[in-house]
């Protein structure tokens, strides 16, 4: 009876690991800004912060009105309490992490932001961004609740999104200026136009999204040629090729899509033995690469 609650237990933590994926991105923004005439004197965008997230909880929408921590993010390239707003909202587990990415002044060398290795759970697959276009009255670059998940439950290797300068609604102005009158009543954030700023009808720069690392839901499970064994395993493993396909090269990651142990072998080698006993009980994805030039993922289990 013992063993059976056991093996219940065992299976309904199989299952929940693999319910709850993550992936690993990459996020640039490279900047369009030159496009839209002369700019002003210290021209940059602040950090570039957010949060990843679940669609219960909003940071900043077109149409809405922006909270104190995305006026002072507009208004100054200040994060602070924008900060206490994700965390709020990851105290509530509506979020998962609070990003901060660098800022950016842009010159003919260097037209980008980069936020390298974001992990995502599949639990907050949405992502919110903005930075303040400074100096400015209160206007911003801005993304909200981008999904990185289809709806097919499945990770998106890559989204590219044209971004437009927004105003924030808080403080009043046209021109490259801060310090001006506070708008009273608060607007609903919306996007600036040639009428009212100094910015074209030209995106004003473009983001993109790049999944980096492997998860759980796209390694290739089938064994083919390559057989490892014993599986379950209490850490020592035996994997065997046939002599056609000797291996190279073994990565082995942990659920969440780390990279724990890896292996390179000079010679080639069909029968290797491995030693795993020193890695915590779990499930492992063992990614095996021939010398045929063929990659292959197998499912382990260490007790």
Same mark, same amino acid.
């Given at each position: 009876?013992? &063993?059976?609650? %056991?093996?219940?237990?065992? *299976?309904?933590?199989?299952?929940?690991? +693999?319910?709850?994926?993550?992936?690993?991105?990459?996020?640039?923004?490279?900047?369009?800004?030159?496009?839209?005439?002369? %700019? =002003?004197?210290?021209?940059?965008?602040?950090?570039?912060?957010?949060?990843?997230?679940?669609?219960?909880?909003?940071?900043?929408?077109?149409?809405? *009105?922006?909270? =104190?921590?995305?006026?002072?993010?507009?208004? %100054?390239?200040?994060?602070?309490?924008?900060?206490?707003?994700?965390?709020?909202? @990851?105290?509530?587990?509506?979020?998962?992490?609070?990003?901060?990415?660098?800022? %950016?002044?842009?010159?003919?060398?260097?037209?980008?932001?980069?936020?390298?290795?974001?992990?995502?759970?599949?639990?907050?697959?949405?992502?919110?961004?903005?930075?303040?276009?400074?100096?400015?009255?209160?206007?911003?670059?801005?993304?909200?609740?981008?999904?990185?998940?289809?709806?097919?439950?499945?990770? @998106?290797?890559?989204?590219?999104?044209?971004?437009?300068? +927004?105003?924030?609604?808080?403080?009043?102005?046209?021109?490259?200026?801060?310090?001006?009158?506070?708008?009273?009543?608060?607007?609903? @954030?919306?996007?600036?136009?040639?009428?009212?700023?100094?910015?074209?009808?030209?995106?004003?720069?473009?983001?993109?999204?790049?999944?980096?690392?492997?998860?759980?839901?796209?390694?290739?499970?089938?064994?083919?040629?390559?057989?490892?064994?014993?599986?379950?395993?209490?850490?020592?493993?035996?994997?065997?090729?046939?002599?056609?396909?000797?291996? &190279?090269?073994?990565?082995?990651?942990?659920?969440?899509?780390?990279?724990?142990?890896?292996?390179?072998? &000079?010679?080639?080698?069909?029968? @290797?033995?491995?030693?795993?006993?020193?890695?915590?009980?779990?499930?492992? *994805?063992?990614?095996?690469?021939?010398?045929?030039?063929?990659?292959?993922?197998?499912?382990?289990?260490?007790?």
């Amino acid at each position: 009876m013992k &063993k059976r609650i %056991l093996n219940s237990i065992i *299976l309904l933590l199989v299952f929940t690991t +693999y319910s709850q994926t993550t992936a690993t991105y990459d996020i640039v923004f490279t900047s369009n800004w030159a496009s839209h005439g002369t %700019l =002003p004197g210290n021209a940059h965008f602040t950090e570039l912060v957010g949060a990843t997230h679940n669609n219960n909880i909003v940071f900043l929408e077109m149409g809405g *009105l922006a909270t =104190p921590g995305i006026e002072d993010v507009a208004e %100054l390239g200040l994060f602070g309490d924008f900060s206490n707003e994700v965390n709020t909202a @990851i105290a509530a587990n509506n979020a998962d992490q609070f990003i901060e990415g660098p800022n %950016l002044f842009p010159t003919s060398s260097n037209q980008t932001i980069k936020i390298n290795d974001l992990t995502v759970s599949s639990d907050y697959p949405l992502v919110s961004l903005a930075s303040m276009i400074a100096p400015s009255p209160d206007w911003m670059i801005a993304v909200n609740s981008i999904s990185l998940i289809d709806n097919g439950g499945q990770w @998106i290797p890559e989204i590219s999104i044209d971004l437009f300068p +927004y105003d924030a609604g808080t403080e009043e102005g046209t021109g490259y200026s801060l310090n001006n009158n506070a708008t009273n009543p608060h607007e609903a @954030i919306s996007m600036l136009s040639p009428s009212n700023s100094p910015f074209n009808s030209d995106k004003i720069g473009t983001i993109v999204f790049t999944q980096k690392q492997l998860n759980v839901q796209d390694f290739n499970t089938q064994k083919d040629d390559i057989t490892i064994s014993p599986n379950p395993s209490d850490g020592n493993i035996s994997i065997q090729t046939n002599h056609a396909s000797t291996l &190279k090269e073994i990565e082995i990651y942990n659920v969440l899509g780390k990279q724990v142990r890896r292996y390179n072998f &000079k010679q080639s080698n069909s029968n @290797i033995n491995l030693n795993l006993s020193n890695l915590n009980a779990g499930i492992y *994805l063992v990614r095996l690469h021939t010398n045929s030039g063929t990659t292959e993922t197998q499912k382990i289990i260490l007790r």
